[in-house]
């Protein structure tokens, strides 16, 4: 039987203590991170708690294993004084939406082949996919994530802000959405770009840009630049 204890009470923490909870060869035990006064022993202790954190509370933790589940802090941050790792999971969490852990990239780094070894065991309980990277390529990773889901995200509400000021369903863009990210599973997202910057349409662009506001113009003309220059 293997003890987990994780500490943080935010979307991530919440989602890996159920996911442990239906697990029979280990036992979880969820702590908030102000209440560390008494932190109860465990094999494996992950810190889920916002980037900043990080630091302050893996110094106040005395357990034998202390991992963090950060995509952009590096290994070396945790501040407590025994052995580290990381064990990140590259999917946005939110917390009343389920997560398919079978589906979930789990982003492995410990000081040791020992501890990786017990990483990608309780990985592999939860979920499928399992991958070793160094603090380095997983800040990239990081950066990434950023791009394709933070940023992408705020395009969706963008479009859902111009839907709304124009009288317009948005939920007539939902299969558009659906088919623009299918079809990176069989091409890569060089050759599956579409659209006026892309053709430069300039008639087009120009008519886009006098149906936006300031902020949007801006939007628009650094993307619409950054697709015409290949980057």
């Known amino acids: 039987m293997i003890s987990i204890l994780i500490i943080g009470d935010g979307n991530v923490a919440s989602h890996l203590y159920k996911a442990f909870s239906k697990v029979d060869a280990v036992v979880v035990t969820k702590i908030k991170s102000r209440n560390l006064t008494v932190t109860p022993n465990a094999d494996v202790t992950i810190i889920a708690v916002s980037d900043d954190a990080i630091a302050e509370v893996s110094s106040k933790i005395h357990n034998s294993f202390v991992v963090h589940t950060s995509g952009s802090v590096a290994m070396v941050s945790l501040n407590n004084k025994s052995r580290k790792g990381v064990f990140y999971m590259l999917q946005t969490f939110s917390k009343n939406k389920a997560i398919d852990f079978s589906e979930v990239p789990f982003c492995l780094e410990t000081e040791n082949e020992k501890d990786y070894i017990l990483l990608e065991l309780l990985a592999n309980l939860i979920g499928k996919?399992?991958?070793?990277?160094?603090?380095?390529?997983?800040?990239?990773?990081?950066?990434?994530?950023v791009f394709v889901n933070n940023f992408t995200n705020?395009?969706?509400?963008?479009?859902?802000?111009?839907?709304?000021?124009?009288?317009?369903?948005?939920?007539?863009?939902?299969?558009?959405?659906?088919e623009t990210a299918a079809k990176i599973e069989t091409l890569s997202p060089a050759a599956a770009q579409t659209g006026p910057a892309i053709r430069k349409d300039q008639r087009?662009?120009?008519?886009?840009?006098?149906l936006l506001n300031e902020q949007q113009q801006e939007i628009y003309t650094t993307i619409t630049k950054s697709i015409q220059n290949g980057n």
């Open 204 to 210: 087009t662009i120009k008519e886009h840009l006098a």
């Open 154 to 178: 705020h395009m969706y509400k963008t479009g859902s802000d111009i839907c709304a000021e124009n009288n317009v369903s948005f939920a007539i863009l939902e299969p558009l959405i659906k």
């Open 129 to 145: 996919k399992v991958y070793g990277i160094n603090s380095k390529q997983r800040k990239a990773l990081h950066i990434a994530a």
